[in-house]
C-alpha cells in the first residue's frame, strides 16, 4: 500500500505543542483526542484544535470508548459530537477501543461500536474505528465492522497483520517530532482524506455526500414504486440506504439493508424510490 501522509496523534499527554515547528518538523496530519466517556474532554483539544489549524496541519480526532450499554453508548456519541461541533475536520474522526471495552462479550462490543459509529455518521461526519491489531483479529472482528474505516495500532511490524481493510495505521508509540517534548505516536495515511471530506461534504465541509450505501435516517417519508408515479405506495420510517445513488426525476432509490447496495435484481433488493428533498 501507498503511504499518502504521515501523522501523528496527540492528546494533553504531549503538553503543549508547537504545531509550527511540528509542521516544519514533517507532520502532514494530526489526530487529536477528543473525549472520553460522557464527561471528559481532554485538557488540550481545543488548544490543539486551534493550535493545528492555525500551523495548516489537517486534523482528525477521536473519543476513548467507556460504554456498556446502548444508553452509555448514545451519551458518549452525543458528547463527542458535542465537543467537536463547529470544527472541520480533513481527516477521519475516531472510536478508539481498548481497555475495559474489550471485556464486553464479543456480540455486545460489536453491537455498540456499530451504535457509535452510526450515530456519528448520521450527524454527517467519516467515522473509523481504532484498536490494536490483536482485538482486530479477535473480538472485533465480526458482523458490520467492514462498513467503516479501521486505525490500526500495530508497533515494530513491516505492516499490519489484521483482516479488515485499513486506511490508517499508528506504527510506532516511541516517535521524536520537533515542537514536542515527549514521545509521541506516528500514523501513515494510505487514502487521501482530505480529498474525500471535501468532495464528499463531511466533517463539517457541508452536506453528506447521495451516492450508493450512503445511510439516511427517514420518518414518515413518502415512498413511491417508481420514479415517476404520482401515486404514493407508503410511507417509511428509519433507517435506509441510497439503491445506487442515481437521481431520476428528483428521486432515488433506497434499500433496507447495506447488503442490498447495488444488488441485482432490483425488484429482490429495493424498497422504493424517495424524493431527494427527504434525504
Request: net charge negative.
Amino acid at each position: 500500500m501507498t503511504i499518502l501522509a504521515k501523522g501523528i496523534d496527540v492528546s494533553g499527554a504531549q503538553g503543549a505543542i508547537d504545531w509550527a515547528a511540528a509542521r516544519a518538523g514533517g507532520v502532514e496530519f494530526a489526530i487529536l483526542k477528543a473525549t472520553a466517556g460522557n464527561t471528559i474532554t481532554d485538557s488540550r483539544f481545543h488548544e490543539n484544535v486551534k493550535g493545528a489549524k492555525a500551523a495548516g496541519v489537517p486534523i482528525g480526532a477521536y473519543h476513548f470508548f467507556y460504554g456498556t450499554n446502548e444508553a452509555q453508548t448514545r451519551a458518549e456519541a452525543q458528547y463527542f459530537l458535542n465537543a467537536i461541533k463547529g470544527y472541520t475536520f480533513e481527516y477521519p474522526l475516531a472510536l478508539d477501543v481498548e481497555g475495559q471495552a474489550l471485556n464486553l462479550p464479543k456480540e455486545t462490543l460489536l453491537s455498540l461500536v456499530q451504535l457509535f459509529c452510526e450515530t456519528v455518521e448520521e450527524a454527517g461526519y467519516y467515522i473509523a474505528v481504532y484498536a490494536s491489531a490483536s482485538p482486530l483479529n479477535g473480538i472485533l472482528n465480526g458482523p458490520g465492522m467492514n462498513k467503516f474505516d479501521i486505525w490500526v495500532a500495530q508497533w515494530s511490524q513491516e505492516a499490519p497483520t489484521i483482516p479488515l481493510p485499513y486506511g490508517l495505521w499508528q506504527h510506532s508509540n516511541q516517535g521524536s517530532v520537533a515542537g514536542i517534548s515527549t514521545r509521541v505516536d506516528l500514523d501513515y495515511a494510505y487514502q487521501d482524506y482530505p480529498a474525500i471530506m471535501k468532495q464528499a461534504g463531511l466533517n463539517g465541509f457541508g452536506k453528506r455526500p447521495v451516492v450508493a450505501g450512503a445511510r439516511v435516517s427517514l420518518s414518515g417519508t413518502p415512498l413511491y414504486a417508481t420514479a415517476s408515479t404520482k401515486v404514493q405506495a407508503g410511507t417509511l420510517t428509519g433507517t435506509y440506504y441510497l439503491y445506487d445513488g442515481v437521481q431520476v426525476n428528483g428521486r432515488y432509490r433506497v434499500t433496507n439493508s447495506p447488503d442490498r447496495v447495488g444488488k441485482e435484481p432490483i425488484g429482490a433488493n429495493v424498497t422504493g424510490w424517495v424524493d431527494g428533498t427527504s434525504l
